[in-house]
């Protein structure tokens, strides 16, 4: 099974499948029915979620050219995209709550 390619019955690879997950979460965390505009941490995460969206399709693609070193540098573009988001999240997270999400390394 591809992490990066859909699948014959038309659902969403897992890396896809995840980024739309992450913009659900976002909202969900960095929102407050008190204010009706979007919060700026929220358009700073769906920025987050755009980068990791735009390094999995660059990698997908420099996978199919067997282009290892620019592989390995959307790999940490991605993987730092990703860090960035869950960090932002994080912040709202308090030992109240539960543990926090921990980071890819």
Known sequence: QSYLVRNNNNSP???????LKMVLMGTQFLTTDNYTGPPRELLVARFYVNEAHYATVQLQ????CHDAVQSQQL???GRDSWNSYLTLLNRGITEKV??????IS
Not at 61 to 64: G, L, P, Q, T, Y
Request: glycine share 4%; no cysteine.
């Open 61 to 64: 693609n420099a996978v199919a």
């Open 75 to 77: 790999w940490n573009f």
């Open 98 to 103: 539960g543990d926090k999400i921990p980071l």
């Open 13 to 19: 690879p897992p890396v896809e499948d995840a980024l």
